[in-house]
């Protein structure tokens, strides 16, 4: 399988740089069913079984049989066979109804999953790209190195995470497009921490960047990289009110995981050296891409959404410094950097009038762009990120 996935993702990065990104719908949609087909493939039971990898979908696989077989309530009627708190996730449990309503091959799931990320990526790609004035070619480029660049076993296997971000950042392109804030689009991101509750901690940096002045957010940065001395009152706090709602309940339960004996301490991050390292490289280029985009918005009347988008990338920053104690924390939030890279990409794409990773012009940021590419396809392909994907 990883070689058919290489090569899907080759040839896209190839026919990238063809005419045929004229196209663009038609080519952004050829590229993501594609990967949604070869991710229905996947077989995570299998994969288990001769690689011992556990898995999201390997336990999704067995809650939706339990939808199927005992309805909505399965949760209920079967809860020891339920490892997922459901009554905190209201959307997710949709999500899996839904699955196990209109099929009974489980393996639908990855298919629709892809489809749905990446389909929401490349709408929230365009909106920018257009709101920047920017042609197919530096549109559909800017999507190809999405599609590379994050992990696409997570998109087919951790299922929830991956959805919710790429709707995130669809959202935001929405805000960024309009220039102002629309109360729907808050509707939506509490939708999103209904899907995974992990989300809560996003749309609340969401919601400072938006409320918090500008004169009080290198303070509030400055804050945030203390994070992990704010965990043990938020929890406190929380846990007053974990009785009185499920979805507090499962909140508390999701940093409790986060942050237990077992997932927290700097060993463990020298423990997983291929993957601490990867992050770091993911962190720098991220901080990279920030100051680009602040030296632009020095340069340039700026707008507010855009603003406060960069202002939401430091924010980011301060959580993945302020979390490196927590090594779940702080992957987590480098896998959200990854995903919204490309926006910021799109930003510095229109004041250079190039496209994400071209072939003639290599000046330093071109020459870095293309590392960091490579860096983070050999980490996936060398590794057990995509080695253990088997049909």
């Known amino acids: 399988m990883i070689i058919i996935l290489g090569g899907v993702m080759l040839v896209g990065l ?19 069913f594609s990967l949604a087909t070869l991710g229905m493939l ?57 699955i196990a309503l209109i099929s009974n091959n489980d393996h639908l799931l990855s298919f629709i999953n892809a489809i749905l990320t990446y389909s929401a990526a490349a709408i929230g790609i365009n909106i920018v790209g257009m709101k920047f004035d920017l042609s197919n070619t530096k549109i ?5 190195f999405f599609v590379l660049i994050n992990d696409y ?42 899907l995974h509750n ?48 499920s979805i507090v309940e499962g909140l508390v339960q999701k940093i409790q995981l986060y942050t237990g004996s077992n997932k927290v301490g700097f060993s463990l991050l020298s423990a997983n050296v291929r993957m601490t390292l990867i992050n770091m490289v993911r962190l720098c280029f991220f901080i990279f891409l920030i100051i680009l985009c602040k030296r632009i918005g020095g340069n340039s009347s700026q707008s507010r959404s855009i603003d406060r988008f960069i202002c939401f990338g430091e924010m980011l920053v301060a959580l993945a410094l302020g979390s490196l104690w927590s090594i779940d924390l ?26 994400v990773l071209p072939l003639k012009k290599m000046d330093g940021y071109t020459v870095i762009s293309w ?12 590794s057990y990120v995509y080695q253990q994907l088997v049909f």
């Open 153 to 194: 076993s997570r998109v087919i296997a951790n299922i929830r995470m991956p959805l919710a971000i790429a709707v995130f950042m669809l959202i935001f392109s929405f805000e960024i497009k309009d220039d102002k804030k629309k109360l729907w689009e808050y509707f939506a991101y509490i939708a999103l921490c209904l």
């Open 14 to 32: 190839f026919f990238s740089y063809t005419d045929i990104v004229r196209f663009k719908k038609t080519y952004m949609l050829v590229l993501l």
């Open 330 to 355: 702080f992957n987590r939030t480098v896998l959200f950097m990854l995903a919204i890279i490309p926006f910021y990409m799109i930003i510095i794409s229109s004041e250079r009038n190039v496209r």
């Open 371 to 382: 590392l960091f590419l490579i860096l983070n396809l050999l980490y996936y392909f060398g």
């Open 198 to 245: 992990a989300m809560f901690l996003y749309l609340g940096i969401k919601l400072l960047v938006d409320i918090i002045p500008r004169s009080f957010r290198k303070f509030l940065i400055l804050i945030m990289t203390a994070s992990s001395i704010m965990v043990t009152p938020i929890l406190s706090i929380l846990m007053r009110f974990g009785g009185a709602s």
């Open 42 to 98: 996947y077989d995570p039971v299998k994969a288990y079984l001769i690689n011992g990898d556990y898995t999201d979908l390997y336990r999704m696989f067995s809650e939706i049989d339990n939808f199927r077989l005992f309805g909505w309530n399965a949760d209920i009627s079967t809860p020891t066979a339920m490892t997922t708190n459901y009554n905190a996730i209201l959307v997710g449990k949709m999500y899996m109804y839904f």
């Open 140 to 144: 559909v480029s800017t999507f190809v």
